[in-house]
């Protein structure tokens, strides 16, 4: 009788932790439309669920093609950042390459990166990276038509 009752809650145990473990590692948290997915090192890596064109598997695929490459990035930047952080922003099919600054009391604290899912890239986000630092000083003159845009991504050295 007792190692029935021994198994049972062994039993129990495991499925519990199983359980717990499973919803652990989807930890996406819904903010507006996105899913902020990860945080290595000071990379903030966030994925536009697209409900119209993702179901959930593509989106675990699309997740973990990211955080490789927001691993890789991290290594790469994290010696001579400029910025306390930068967000990694994938936004799926229809959007244009972007650039621009995050401010906290009109300070530069953080850079956001944004690609369309195919160009979403170590290469390209260095390249973006890069220039960002390269324009530094003038990164809050610069207005929002000039971080984005196909005129700029030719700029900037992405090709498309």
């Known amino acids: 009788m007792k190692n029935t009752f021994r198994l049972t809650i062994f039993i129990l145990l495991v499925l519990t932790s199983i359980q717990y473990s499973c919803s652990a590692n989807k930890t996406r948290l819904a903010r507006d439309d996105w ?10 890596l966030n994925v536009s669920p697209d409900a119209v064109h993702r179901n959930d598997e593509q989106i675990n695929i699309i997740e973990d093609r990211c955080t490789a490459v927001a691993w890789r ?16 922003n994938e ?3 229809n959007t244009i390459p972007a650039v621009w600054p995050i401010y906290k009391n009109n300070i530069i604290v953080g850079l956001s990166i944004s690609l369309p899912g195919k160009y979403f890239t170590y290469d390209n986000i260095i390249k973006l990276y890069r220039y960002a630092i390269k324009i530094y000083d003038e990164l809050p003159h610069k207005k929002w038509e000039e971080l984005h845009g196909l005129r700029f991504s030719k700029q ?4 498309f």
């Open 73 to 88: 990035v991290s290594k790469t930047i994290k010696a001579n950042s400029y910025f306390q952080y930068i967000e990694l």
């Open 156 to 159: 900037v050295g992405l090709k």
């Open 91 to 93: 936004e799926g099919v």
């Open 35 to 44: 899913a902020m997915i990860d945080t290595i090192g000071i990379i903030r």
